[in-house]
């Protein structure tokens, strides 16, 4: 059996080292011609087709601004994803995944989507007052979280 095997290996390993080689001895390809020799004069526009190369007063068009936007308006459109000025229940719903730690009601340390979804809820709720299930900036505006405390050093 350990002679059948050696020589089937053998073989195998004879028949690839010939079909590498048989492969390495196929022709070679004629190289390319030459490209042809251009004149560069030949090539050259006519001097009165080229662009002018000093603009003088010309003037080109102003840089787009930026819009300043005040800290509440930049939060708003945190969560107003298609800026039409509404945030839906989805859109806010959408970014609070990074509250979980926050709203961990039983301290497993372990967020249900239950739990997280009830205060979600709660909280859009309570801001939507008139009862659209939308958000105007103003209604968005009674979420905004409180301000931290400042530390200051006890150096």
Known sequence: MKAFVTGSFVTLTLMGVGLFWWQGRAEV???????ELVS????????ELLPI????????????????????QRRFFR??????????????????????????KDGNN???FEEWAVATVDKFEGADANGDR???PGEFATTKPKPSKKRSCAC
């Open 29 to 35: 390809e004629a190289a390319a011609p030459p490209p």
């Open 40 to 47: 560069l004069a030949d090539n050259l526009p006519d001097p």
């Open 53 to 72: 190369t000093d603009p003088g007063d010309m003037e080109g068009p102003a840089p787009p601004e930026a819009s300043e936007l005040t800290k509440e």
């Open 79 to 104: 969560y107003d994803r298609n800026r039409d000025w509404r945030i839906t229940r989805s859109e806010m719903l959408s970014t609070r995944s990074e509250a979980f730690r926050k709203l961990d």
């Open 110 to 112: 372990l967020l249900t």
């Open 134 to 136: 939308e958000l105007s």
